[in-house]
């Protein structure tokens, strides 16, 4: 940044009037009064001077008739033609987009983005515009937010991708939730992965049968003096190398308690054989145990050694199960599918049609928050510029009469702001009603179909394999038809 | 500005105001939290493009804060050393400029002639063009895709030169979209241009081209300006109406070059980093060198 005044780069523009709404910096709010007046009257002036004044006017009538209007009523034709634009159809085009579950996906998109995207970012806008007005280093500040606009949506998309990544090593988020989730719920050391088919069941070989919530327990009742012979199967090789197993040691009996081995019950010698300790089998070093009396309270927790050996000591008598503990079995985080087309929403008992309109992809919230990145340094930038050209006066006259400063807030600046969040709120509507390269490299393959919007069904359908016209040009004719009220507010503003 | 709203905010504590007003102190930190969290994005992609690609699946980029001797330019080397092969990121890189100078200069010029012609001419209807122009700014370019395209082609047809697959296809559809607001930006800054001046020019006897020549043009320059650099990040980063207009043309823009990246298998993610640093490179310089041009014409074009 140069050495120029706090503020001054990103200070609204001299003369430039705004059609939208924005106070102008002299700080007259435009939606009061037409942002330039029809003043200058076309008068005087000969045939040849007229005839001149066109000419300036030709070349940008010529592209634009061209190159915009005629297409736009060429469009509309070609709605109501086939995909080849040859025989007229009719409204079967439009008729096909509203009876399509995958079309009406589009459609569920298009409101999800208009109704989640243009309020969150006008309000991050006026938080941020608000804020920094209280802050020394506001410039710093603004540019850092502001900067992401000049980013192709393209590049913004292929960032975020890679922050919402699957694998924690990769993806920023899920690295984020790996750490806080395996410090309150650390994983075991012998995980059981569900998503690989396995179960805790599964692991059981030898005098071990399912306990309680995802526990182990031994198949027969234990006293005092009593060893038991404990075998896991399905352990995995590399993870005994992490916790440093010796081999399986059968330990001495004790009298008033109950000793024990956990082991790895697969002998690479005799790989068929269960059930019997073999000297190159395993012990399992480190797993947590319980000794659960009758009524299944705890009589006392301990964990195994190195040869996978424990014991309980004085136990008193009765009998008593031992119990391998769930949390040993608990598997790691492993990753959220940011970029998947799960529904936020539980929507999986309605019908297709049903599901098509009300499922919320969370593909959708990620690209959103990728999209605020984007543009919430656009509506701090709109937003700041109506507050700098606010009428001091009147905050200060509200101050001298003992005002609070929040109910300066509320009744005297956003009143006098409402125009400019409107603005703010138009115009992003607009840009997310055409959203479609945020989309396009945002949303992986497996959910892109579930992200996508109007503008990218309307690229999808129309030029893939070929160019399509029909349905492709109805699409286009309904993102018209959307902009329209917005095109109206703003000619309303133009003339005053 | 500041000092007109902090000192009331402790005054409004001692009132005893319903509202918990955060001192300086926590607002420098919150704020500062939040810069960081945007920076984030940022500094991950320069990063991973600065990393060898063996890394990347191994441990996150963060994780380079502790051993920053990974960092290294050879991805940029690996892409560079490709040349300028159809595809490629220095091929892309060209003719991202052959598309975006030409589709700036024209519509910086053609609509401060249009401009001119709306504020300073003398013809009856300016009125009704200039607001045929402002409806023109919020329509959607998706409209006017597939008729141009059979327009190329039949034009193709007639005169055996074809603009659709080709960077002068994507410039005439570029310009078409870039006029409105260009003409609406330059129409209201010359609307603030003094008739007095433009009077004594016509007494001096100076014509029309004169006129917009020497008097005209130098004035709106800051304004043009700012046109010609929001219409410049405008092309520089569209990927639609290239994606559309250059069909199966080799050399693409690098938007194309990117998308086309992703399409292929997640192991390119070096070349999509570094693809993507080099393609926001040219915008931040842009944004950085002339941001108060560049946000005057964000001001002015609130609508698009």
């Known amino acids: ?14 003369g430039a009037g705004v059609p939208t709404g924005v106070p102008t910096p002299a700080g007259t709010p435009v939606a009061t009064s037409p942002a330039v007046p029809f ?52 409204l079967s085009n439009y008729k096909a987009i509203f009876s399509t579950a995958s079309i009406l996906v589009n459609f569920r998109n298009n409101v999800i983005w208009v109704v989640v995207f243009p309020f969150v970012v006008t309000f991050l806008g006026l938080m941020f515009a608000v804020l920094t007005e209280r802050i020394r280093w506001s410039t710093a500040f603004k540019t850092i937010i502001f900067m992401p606009i000049v980013f192709s949506a393209t590049a913004s998309a292929l960032i975020w991708r890679t922050i919402f990544d699957l694998d924690p090593h990769v993806g920023m988020v899920n690295a984020a939730v790996q750490t806080a989730s395996d410090w309150v719920n650390p994983p075991g050391l012998y995980p059981v992965s569900a998503s690989a088919g396995q179960t805790v069941a599964g692991l059981a070989s030898t005098g071990l049968s399912p306990g309680a919530s995802g526990s182990l327990q031994s198949s027969s009742t234990v006293a005092a003096g009593d060893t038991v012979q404990l075998g896991l199967i399905g352990i995995n090789v590399a993870a005994l190398q992490v916790v440093g197993a010796q081999n399986a040691v059968v330990p001495s009996p004790s009298s008033g308690g109950v000793t024990g081995l956990v082991y790895r019950d697969f002998s690479p010698s005799n790989p068929t054989v269960r059930g019997q300790v073999f000297p190159d089998e395993d012990g399992l070093p480190g797993l947590h145990l319980t ?21 309980f000591d004085n136990i008193g008598s009765g009998s008593f199960r031992v119990q391998l503990d769930a949390r040993n079995f608990r598997s790691g985080f492993t990753g959220i599918f940011w970029l998947g087309s799960q529904s936020v929403t539980p929507t999986s008992h309605l019908s297709e049609t049903a599901q098509a309109l009300l499922s919320v992809p969370l593909v959708d919230l990620a690209m959103i928050v990728a999209y605020l990145w984007m543009w919430a340094g656009f509506a701090m930038v709109v937003i700041g510029a109506g507050l700098t050209s606010l009428n001091r006066e009147l905050l200060e006259a509200g101050r001298v009469d ?20 409107v603005v703010v709120l138009v115009t992003m509507i607009i840009n997310v009603l055409k959203i479609f390269d945020i989309i396009l490299n945002m949303a992986p393959g497996s959910s892109q179909g579930d992200a996508s919007t109007l503008a990218l069904a309307m690229y999808n359908d129309g030029f893939t394999g070929g160019i399509h016209s029909g349905l492709s040009s109805a699409l286009a004719v309904i993102l018209f038809l959307l902009v329209i ?12 | 500005m500041s000092a007109v709203t902090v000192a009331p905010a402790a005054a409004q504590t001692r009132r005893g105001g319903f509202r918990l007003r955060p001192s300086r102190a926590v607002l420098d930190i919150v704020l500062a939290v939040i810069a960081i969290f945007w920076l984030v994005p940022t500094i991950g992609l320069t990063i991973i493009s600065l990393r060898p690609e063996r890394f990347f699946q191994q441990s996150g980029w963060w994780t380079v804060l502790g051993a920053p001797a990974q960092l290294t330019l050879q991805n940029y080397a690996t892409l560079f050393s490709q040349g300028l092969v159809p595809g490629g990121v220095l091929d892309s890189l060209t003719t991202s400029i052959a598309i975006t100078l030409p589709a700036t200069l024209l519509v910086a010029i053609i609509s401060s002639l249009a401009a001119y012609s709306l504020v300073f001419g003398r013809w009856r209807g300016r009125d009704v063009v200039f607001l045929a122009v402002v409806g023109l700014l919020v329509v ?14 039949g034009f193709g047809g007639l005169t055996g030169f074809n603009p659709y697959g080709t960077v002068l296809g994507v410039v005439i559809f570029h310009v078409a979209f870039g006029l409105p607001f260009g003409i609406f930006l330059m129409r209201n800054f010359l ?38 650099i929001f219409q410049f990040i405008w092309v520089w980063n569209d990927l639609l109406i290239a994606l559309v207009f250059l069909g199966g043309n080799p050399h693409h ?48 074009g609130a609508v698009k």
């Open chain 2, 140 to 153: 959607p370019l998706q409209v006017a895709l597939i008729p141009v395209v059979q327009m190329f082609r």
């Open chain 1, 402 to 421: 003992g005002a609070t400063e929040s109910q300066i807030f509320r009744r005297i600046t956003m009143p006098l702001l409402a125009p400019v969040l």
């Open chain 2, 191 to 228: 609307a603030g241009i003094p008739t007095e001046l433009m009077e004594a020019g016509r007494i001096d006897g100076a014509g029309q081209w004169t006129l917009f020549q020497r008097v005209v043009m130098p004035l709106s320059l800051p304004a043009a300006m700012s046109l010609a």
């Open chain 1, 1 to 14: 940044m140069s050495s120029r005044s706090p503020g001054r780069e990103l200070a609204p523009p001299r």
């Open chain 1, 485 to 496: 009220p917005a095109m109206i507010s703003n000619l309303r503003r133009i003339r005053g």
């Open chain 1, 291 to 311: 000794l659960l009396r009758g009524d299944g309270t705890a009589a006392g927790s301990t964990t195994t050694d190195q040869h996978g050996d424990f014991r």
């Open chain 1, 39 to 90: 003043t200058r009257k076309p008068e005087g002036g000969g045939r040849r001077e007229q005839l001149g004044s066109l000419l300036f006017l030709a070349p940008a009538g010529i592209w634009l008739l061209a190159i915009t209007i005629y297409p736009v009523i060429a469009t509309f034709r070609n709605s109501l033609f086939d995909e080849s634009a040859t025989s007229y159809v009719g």
């Open chain 2, 253 to 300: 823009p690098l938007t194309i070059f990117l998308y086309d990246q992703t399409r292929t298998l997640a192991a390119n993610y070096w070349v999509i980093s570094t693809g993507a640093m080099i393609s926001i490179l040219i915008p931040l310089i842009v944004f950085f060198s002339l941001q108060r041009y560049f946000v005057q014409g964000v001001l002015a």
